[in-house]
């Protein structure tokens, strides 16, 4: 595609509900990486996938964070049992590899606002 | 933590003035880039610059790096209103993670 999308675009629930944000990354790019950002603040890394290797996994704030990459192109990251404080934009990006430094642009997809009542 | 921080958290400028954000960071890296985000088109990276290089230019944008300092700073010419937006550095050190700081928010006067 022309870039990386993401949907929903907004997500409204109630807390204690599960959510599943989606990401489609650019095709070809190995690399994926979810951010959670705050009103007014900055990104906050959440977890990176890179071809297929094990996903780095450490900016996960809890347990009730998981992710999942298929073939190795299509993402879902998951928020169980939802809490008030979940409530922010997501944004994923893909970039081109790892192996070279030059190749890390990260291109942005236009996030999902996910809000817990 | 490796976050950076820009500095200063608010600008306001003249249309047609220079502006000028910061950024400090804490370990070393590979690389340091820079990404404008604005609600018309997200977030877009602007520029990149490698931990052996020391000035880099791209249109009206110039970056600076001082390794030993741990820092940065984004220099934008001849702003203009469409320049009106938040500026985030994200630091990379492995390969794996970048560290984004909490952004420069940039108002350009017509």
């Known amino acids: 595609g022309a870039g990386v999308s993401q949907s929903p675009s907004n997500k409204v629930t109630e807390k204690g509900k599960d959510v599943e944000l989606r990401c489609d990354p650019i095709?070809?790019?190995?690399?994926l990486y979810w951010y959670r950002q705050s009103l007014g603040q900055g990104l906050e890394f959440l977890i990176y996938?890179?071809?297929?290797?094990?996903?780095?996994k450490s900016g996960l704030p809890s347990d009730r964070f998981s992710a999942e990459r298929t073939g190795g192109s299509v993402s879902t990251l998951t928020i169980q049992r939802t809490q008030q404080e979940d409530s922010a934009v997501y944004l994923c990006a893909s970039s081109p590899g790892q192996f070279d430094t030059s190749y890390n642009e990260q291109f942005f997809g236009p996030g999902t606002r996910l809000t817990v009542l | 933590s490796q976050q950076g921080e820009e500095d200063p958290q608010a600008l306001s400028i003249q249309e047609g003035e220079n502006a000028t954000m910061n950024c400090s960071y804490k370990t070393s890296i590979n690389n340091l880039q820079w990404y404008r985000q604005n609600s018309g088109r997200g977030l877009v990276h602007l520029i990149l610059i490698r931990s052996n290089e020391r000035e880099k230019h791209s249109g009206r944008l110039r970056v600076t790096l001082d390794t030993s300092k741990k820092s940065s700073s984004l220099l934008i010419t001849a702003s203009r209103a469409a320049d009106t937006a938040s500026y985030f550095c994200a630091t990379e050190a492995n390969g794996n993670q970048f560290y984004f700081g909490t952004g420069t928010s940039l108002t350009v006067i017509p």
């Open positions: 095709s070809g790019h190995t690399a």
């Open positions: 996938f890179q071809g297929n290797s094990a996903p780095d």
